[in-house]
Every structure is written in C-alpha cells, then in structure tokens.
C-alpha cells in the first residue's frame, strides 16, 4: 500500500507532522506532497518536523485569491498522482489545498482519507471559505478520521455511514507532545527580556478573513485596553503577514508600552510562548485544541466554532469580537483566580496523543 499526504499550509503541516514520521517510523510506502498554499510559514513547520517532501507543488502567489488556489492545486496535483498512484490520499482539515486535492483524487478514483473530519458551524460563510471546504470534503471522502464523537455524530447526521467513521483523536495534540519543552529558554528579543513568572502574558493570534475590518479593529482595541488598564499584563502578538492584518495591527497596537508585535513564529518557539503564557486569545482553531493540554484558558475571537467541545469542557470560552465582551471575559480570568483556575484545570477533549498511530492503523486494515 502506498500513502500519499498532502498539505499546504501551516495549520496542515502541524497536524500531519505526525502521520508522516509514524509512516517513517513504520517504514511503510508514502509520498509527501506539499502545495505550498502558505509558502514561508509551511516552510518552518517542514524544517522543524525535519519532513522533506516528495513533491513541492509551490502555487502560492503574492495577493492570491481562492480561484487561484483552487485551480492551481487541482492542475498541478493531477500528474503527481498520475506518476505516484496512491493507493490513498489523505487530506486534513479546511483549508482550499485539502478540497481540492481531495477533487482531484475524487476524479481519479482515488480513496480519500480526511484527517480532522466532522468539523462543522453550519454556517457556511463563518468560517470563510473553510466551513465549506470542510462540507465539500466530506462529500469526496471515503474515510472520515473523526477527532470527537460530536464530529462523528456531525458525520452520521449528514448521511455518513457509521462504518466509515473513525474517531481517532486529534493529531495536533501528537504534534505539540512531541515539541513541548519546560525548559525551554527563548533566544530572541523581546522574548528573552520578559519575565513569564512575575508577568501575566497574554498570547493574541488573530488572522481569520472574516475578521478583516471592523472586528479585527474590536479585537486589537480590547487587547490595548487589557494592557492599558493592567499594569503587570504583557501582550504578545506574532503578527501574521497578511496586508489587511498588518495594516490594522500597526495603527491600534504599535508603540503601545508593553505590547510585542513580533514576526510570525516557527512552531517550536511559538508552543514554549502557548506554554509560558497565562491566558491566550486567537482565532485560531489548532489553538483551540493545543492550549488546553498546557493548561490555558482559551478565548475564541470568532461568532461561531466547529470546535465546540472545548467550550462545553470549559477549556474555552467564545467571546466573538465585540471589543465589550472580550475586555470584560478577560478581565475575569486576570483579577478572579478561582476562574481562572476552573478553567486552566479542564481535561482537554482533544486526544491523548496516538492519533496518528491509530490513523495508519485504521488504513492498514481498511485499504485493499
């Protein structure tokens, strides 16, 4: 049996790390394919994971949009699998790069693996494009590698059949075990000056399209406004290269005393910061399901999320992105330790770490 995995993006790279060095490990047939959706931020998340692709099929361009993606991947894909003839492809997650490489197997009958599968707002435009992504996918998907039960029950409330539906936990958490390090010492400024200990850190990611104007402006107002009115409260925000982002990020957040806009960090560092960090907001789904095993509060920047069993675990909280309720949802979790502690106390749902182990194992007995 030959595996193929494809993947375009950091969010991707991160949570396929750890199928890749289990078919390593195991030495079992595998081609790695790599989109480069995301081109400088998969590259560190590759270099960290030592993981040397097969294929780099390098589609992104400068202010590229979703047809570009979508097109790009689906052409240049086609005569990899041609040339390779997997016997599967697994694909993870939302993004454009896994749709469409999932299209292009679909046409040449190739079996489709979906890793991270079930996800679901029902709300097609939040998150944009990625909640349709997740819809279409599993349309094309022969199996459904289901991180929760709830994303099982999802499945099979779409027509899924039981049978094709795998809960295996979800590989992020495989993925941060392998990097965590307590004793990690940060090597560069302004991480290497902040005390972690006698500082309260808060951690912002904040990158999402649907985010981009008005919310993202409620976003960074709320997080000035923690760091203004609380002396002893650091922001650190790695600022993701995006224009729109940028843009917004540079007029409320620069030069304000105590706030860090740094550059986008390689996947090692940025789990020490989630580690040493006492409370993080993002917008980010991987966060969401990482900072509970670390023991974080988790305050979601976003109306909706696929990922609602860490807010009924009591991991997380979603606080959307009026700039109100952020501030005063924050606020709680910095001067009440008692909710503080309730939530950094919580058991993560999100898997024990052998997700990517029971992934290859599913396969091996299932693909003929």
Request: proline share 6%; charged share 25%.
């Amino acid at each position: 049996m030959k595996i193929a995995v494809v993947f375009g993006t950091r969010p991707e790279a991160i949570k396929m790390a750890s199928i890749v060095k289990e078919l390593e490990r195991r030495k079992l047939d595998h081609v790695v394919i790599v989109t480069a959706q995301h081109r400088e931020m998969l590259d560190q998340k590759l270099d960290v994971f030592k993981i040397v692709p097969a294929y780099d099929l390098d589609i992104m361009q400068h202010n590229q949009d979703l047809f570009h993606v979508t097109t790009a991947v689906l052409n240049e894909i086609k005569p990899v699998l041609l040339k390779e003839k997997p016997d599967v492809l697994l694909v993870q997650g939302d993004t454009t790069t896994s749709f469409a490489a999932g299209l292009a197997a679909f046409y040449l009958k190739i079996p489709v693996g979906h890793v991270e599968a079930g996800l679901r707002t029902w709300n097609k435009t939040n998150p944009f494009p990625e909640e349709a992504n997740r819809q279409l996918t599993t349309r094309l998907t022969d199996f459904h590698f289901a991180p929760t039960e709830w994303a099982k029950k999802n499945l099979i409330n779409e027509g899924i059949k039981p049978e094709d539906i795998f809960v295996t936990g979800n590989t992020v958490i495989d993925a941060l075990l392998m990097i965590v390090d307590p004793m990690y010492k940060f090597q560069d400024e302004p991480l290497k000056s902040i005390d972690f200990i006698k500082r309260r850190v808060i951690l912002l990611t904040s990158h999402r399209r649907e985010n981009f104007g008005e919310p993202m402006t409620n976003i960074f107002s709320a997080c000035r406004h923690l760091v203004e009115t609380n002396p002893d409260v650091e922001l650190i925000y790695p600022v993701h290269p995006n224009p729109n982002v940028q843009k917004t990020a540079n007029k409320i957040l620069s030069g304000v005393p105590r706030v860090h806009l740094i550059e986008p960090m390689e996947y090692r560092p940025f789990v020490q910061l989630m580690n040493k960090a006492y409370l993080i907001l993002t917008d980010s789904g991987g966060v969401q399901e990482e900072a509970p095993t670390l023991g974080k509060p988790v305050l979601v920047l976003r109306k909706t999320t696929e990922r609602p069993e860490a807010i009924d675990a009591g991991t997380a909280k979603l606080v959307g992105t009026d700039k109100d309720k952020i501030i005063s949802t924050a606020q709680r979790l910095i001067s009440d330790k008692q909710a503080y502690l309730e939530m950094s106390t919580k058991a993560n749902p999100y898997g024990d770490g052998k997700s990517a182990k029971r992934i290859i194992d599913i396969l091996l007995e299932k693909v003929k």
